[in-house]
């Protein structure tokens, strides 16, 4: 059996540790107990109970636990425990005693009025011997079991009054005693210590959900992955973690309100307001009834901020007025930061793409310049010379229609080139990645190959060729950019019945104990595509290297 010494020294030190008011409780009970002289075999059970009331830290089980350990040691049939809500009454009713049967026979649960009632405002040790003789009493709801005699003690934490502690009809005896007043002092004070441990518990696990939602929802901006996945993703976590009935994130830097993330299917963001740039909870009074969705009547605003001030906000919407703990705020808070940012990191991606595509047309209104107005002026000064050699007139048109051709694919290319880069936020297509591969290759040569693409290049051409069409390319130029010793190199890529990628050069030709590495790779991609891979090469002559696989069925 458990010594009362150390039955009073632990529960004194667990409440002078709690609170003041706690531990002159608790000592004033106990000295209470010791001049009575109590049975030793009563303070073992007593200190049994507030060890198993110390046990768990889930509030949920916690308060359970305390209604049957309660009703064991005090020998009640009923016990309940109620917590009390943010405007007086109770929130939250948990009991024990009463059979499943008889709970569905009767009506809703206390609310706090009567007795009950009576614990919330004066908030000390309440001890009954006739329940319905008290002027308090308004008597019990339908079907509801009798219950006569009454224990009553108030549970604080940390200085206010988490809720009371209710026991009714003494099963031995004719009520409750003296002694089961201090007796329900030194456990309600030990309850209040347990509660406040699993609440202290319960903030750390929320304080660790919002961390964990920040540091993955985060991450994902720089990783690559798309604001609108990433704000819905966050809208998602918040509303599962609050218990929301949407979460909105919204912006008004650019005038008229942006939804960029949101949970269910989008609404229209005009009715959606708040207040300025502080956290804020409010009743929505049906202003913006479409947008206030399911049983939603309460909204709550957290503001996103950037220089110079208020740019949006995370509102969320709940079918009741939600308590909101100083780490809910503090998650929330984090949370709108990290909208803020992403949102930030993805205009500022814009503007890096927007200015991507600014250099690129420059690259390619310098092309234009450098190579097909250059050409034109070229094919005006040769027909002008017509004139003065009327015997070349044929042989220089067929040159002039030759050079024209030329330009028009040219021309054609620069098209195509500004048409991908105006599609930059979009799928990148082939000939953009061909565009890309050459223009890489020749950054830090002294030509640059001219490119050409002839029939639906895009569209027929299958995704799982684009590999091997890059290999291509990388090997075909590759040489000729080093080794073939030319002033013009042509790229040529064709798609009609075959796809063919045609590289050639005006060099110097392949020597013939060249090893041919390289090419034979080519070889073995086109083998594998069912296709062919030639090399025409002569010395002083040029090469031209073409790759040809079948792009529909013969």
Excluded at 162 to 173: D, P, V
Aim: one cysteine or more; charged letters at 20%.
């Amino acid at each position: 059996m458990p010594d009362y010494a150390d039955l009073t020294a632990q529960l004194f030190e667990a409440g002078r540790a709690f609170d003041q008011d706690s531990s002159a409780t608790l000592r004033a009970a106990l000295d209470a107990l010791t001049a009575q002289q109590t049975d030793p075999k009563v303070l073992g059970e007593l200190l049994e109970a507030v060890l198993l009331v110390g046990q768990g830290l889930d509030l949920a089980e916690v308060l359970q636990r305390i209604t049957q350990v309660a009703a064991s040691v005090l020998d009640a049939q009923y016990c309940a425990l109620g917590v009390r809500g943010p405007e007086r009454g109770l929130q939250a009713f948990v009991y024990t005693g009463i059979a499943p049967e008889v709970r569905k026979r009767m009506g809703r649960l206390p609310r706090g009025h009567g007795v009950l009632g009576e614990l919330l405002d004066h908030p000390e040790v309440l001890r009954i011997d006739h329940l319905g003789r008290h002027p308090a009493s308004i008597g019990f709801p339908p079907n509801h079991p009798p219950m006569d005699s009454f224990l009553g003690a108030p549970i604080i934490v940390r200085g206010e009054l988490f809720g009371s502690i209710y026991l009714t009809e003494k099963l031995t005896g004719a009520g409750f005693t003296e002694q089961d007043e201090h007796i329900v002092s030194v456990l309600a004070v030990a309850v209040g210590i347990a509660v406040d441990n699993a609440r202290l518990y319960e903030r750390q696990l929320t304080r660790r959900r919002w961390m964990e939602i920040l540091a993955h929802r985060g991450s994902e901006p720089m990783a690559g992955i798309a604001l609108t996945d990433t704000l819905n993703g966050l809208c998602a976590d918040v509303a599962a973690l609050t218990g929301a009935v949407d979460v909105f994130i919204v912006t008004s830097d650019t005038g008229a309100l942006q939804l960029h993330g949101h949970t269910g299917a989008p609404v229209d963001p005009a009715g959606i307001t708040w207040p300025g740039l502080a956290f804020s909870v409010s009743e929505a009074d049906g202003d913006g009834a479409d947008w206030m969705r399911g049983r939603a009547r309460w909204k709550t605003a957290q503001p996103m901020q950037r220089a110079p001030g208020d740019f949006g906000a995370i509102v969320l919407t709940h079918a009741n007025r939600p308590a909101w703990e100083p780490e809910e705020v503090a998650g929330l808070t984090g949370v709108a930061r990290v909208a803020a940012l992403a949102v930030a990191y993805a205009d500022q991606q814009q503007i890096v793409r927007d200015m991507e595509m600014l250099s690129d047309r420059h690259r390619i209104a310098r092309d234009l310049h450098d190579h097909v107005i250059q050409r034109l002026f070229a094919i005006g000064m040769s027909l002008q010379t017509m004139q003065a050699a009327p015997e070349q007139v044929e042989s220089r048109l067929t040159q002039v229609i030759d050079d024209l051709d030329t330009t028009i694919g040219q021309i054609r290319t620069s098209i195509f080139d500004l048409q991908s880069a105006h599609r930059s936020g979009s799928e990148i297509t082939l000939r953009r990645k061909v565009l890309d591969v050459v223009a890489e290759l020749a950054r830090h040569a002294p030509i640059v190959p001219s490119v050409a693409f002839v029939g639906p290049v895009d569209t027929l051409v299958p995704d799982i060729l684009a590999p091997h069409i890059e290999a291509v390319l990388r090997e075909g130029l590759s040489n000729a950019l080093r080794h073939s010793g030319g002033d013009r190199i042509a790229v040529r890529i064709v798609a009609d019945d075959v796809l063919t990628v045609e590289i050639s050069d005006n060099g110097t030709g392949i020597p013939t104990d060249a090893a041919y590495r390289g090419l034979d790779n080519l070889t073995r991609r086109a083998d594998e595509c069912d296709g062919n891979f030639t090399v025409e090469s002569r010395p002083g002559g040029g090469t031209t290297l073409i790759w040809e696989v079948p792009l529909r069925p013969a």
